[in-house]
């Protein structure tokens, strides 16, 4: 599976089951909703993603995956979690920053959910702070 561009959606027809680098999914969650902070209007949106939200480790870059399979479309939405993730939470919200300054907000239907994602995405996001030799 080569890497996707951080944030887009990507079409079905790419099998995760065929990706040998997949080494664990870290988290499932059976349903969230995706919205986007548009800068220029300074006001959160509602994206058409929302679905089962997974967290893939790979054993390849990129090694932390965010993917949403999308109920209201046939596309995945695909987000890289890397040391360019910034993440701020406030329930039910995980909001973060991407490698390319784009500002999402996920919405977590159950409490439950959404505090097992934030101790996930904390935790990843905290191997980037580390030295590379310690990941």
């Known amino acids: 599976m080569s890497a996707a561009q951080p944030g887009r959606l990507v079409p079905a027809t790419i099998n995760l089951a065929m990706d040998h680098s997949i080494e664990e999914i870290i988290l499932v969650a059976a349903y ?15 994206t058409d993603v929302e679905g089962h939200l997974f967290v893939i480790k790979r054993n390849t870059q990129p090694h932390f995956l965010l993917i949403i399979l999308n109920s209201r479309n046939t596309g995945y939405f695909v987000e890289i979690i890397d040391g360019h993730f910034e993440l701020n939470l406030r329930q039910p919200f ?35 702070a580390q030295p590379p030799s310690s990941r």
């Open 32 to 46: 969230v909703k995706l919205y986007e902070f548009i800068i220029a209007l300074r006001q959160w949106t509602e």
């Open 94 to 128: 995980l909001r973060y920053q991407n490698g390319v300054r784009r500002i999402y907000g996920i919405w977590f239907s159950q409490t439950q959910e959404f505090q097992r994602a934030a101790e996930v995405f904390t935790r990843i996001v905290s191997t980037y």
